[in-house]
């Protein structure tokens, strides 16, 4: 509140980005224990008991935490099979976890006083360069050195491969890049737009009503927005999987 008292803005939008060490681990920051890992660490637990709570009692006739257990598998099963196809059964169990990291570690990030991991690029940038590398191989392993026509669309007349190759080139090296950028940038526009409702709530006082319905709205546009962006991930995973196996 000192800003307030300052004339300044009461809230700082930036400060719930701020990567604090916890743990020392060593010299420098480089094995610290951060506020971000214990965050990574909370969702990890989440997601096990939420999935061992939902399966303890498992039944016929599941009950509400089964049927969402069930329907979550379910979804990303029906994604893996529309857009891998059959082959994509092995990759499964990481595509499935990747989706519950994303979807809960982004929901979990819209409790108050909690850290979003999601909203930093490092963190989203190692997800989708492993994404990358991983997919790479597994492109390189199905087809040879006969993956490099992925490079240049099947059909397309031969003369066209100097512009095409460059551009397709570009385009498939700006894959992690695009896939780390669009889940960071949502995540971080979407918690700075709540913390300034929030400031303008506190500066207004008894006539912030206004900001106030406006940032309910928000924060049920970001629950929605977090589902949203675990989902892009996720599906774009798949395409990029399905694009390594089948080429074009």
């Not at 303890?56 to 891998?84: G, H, T, W």
């Not at 169990?93 to 850290?115: A, E, K, V």
């Not at 989708?128 to 992925?150: K, M, N, S």
């Amino acid at each position: 509140m000192a800003a307030a008292k300052d004339g300044g803005f009461p809230v700082d939008p930036l400060h719930q980005f701020e990567i604090r060490t916890l743990i020392q681990i060593g010299e420098g920051d480089l094995l610290s224990f951060t506020n971000s890992s214990l965050w990574m660490l909370i969702t990890v637990a989440a997601v096990s008991l939420f999935f061992s709570l939902g399966s303890l009692r498992a039944r016929i006739v599941p009950s509400r935490l089964q049927s969402c257990n069930e329907i979550l598998y379910e979804m990303i099963s029906r994604m893996v099979r529309e857009n891998v196809g059959s082959e994509g059964r092995r990759w499964f169990p990481f595509i499935f976890t990747l989706f519950l990291l994303l979807l809960f570690g982004n929901l979990l990030g819209l409790i108050p006083g909690s850290f979003t991991f999601t909203s930093h690029l490092a963190v989203t940038f190692a997800l989708a360069a492993t994404i990358f590398v991983g997919v790479t191989i597994i492109g390189f392993v199905y087809h040879g050195l006969g993956y490099f026509r992925i490079l240049f669309p099947e059909g397309a007349p031969l003369w066209t491969a100097v512009i095409l190759v460059p551009i397709e080139l570009i385009s498939y090296l700006s894959r992690p890049i695009s896939l780390s950028m669009r889940l960071f940038a949502n995540m971080m526009a979407g918690h700075i737009l709540l913390k300034v409702f929030a400031g303008f709530i506190i500066l207004m006082g008894v006539a912030g009503i206004l900001p106030l319905a406006v940032l309910i709205g928000i924060t049920a546009l970001e629950f929605l927005v977090a589902v949203l962006q675990a989902y892009i991930f996720t599906i774009l995973t798949c395409v990029y999987l399905h694009d390594a196996i089948h080429l074009h």
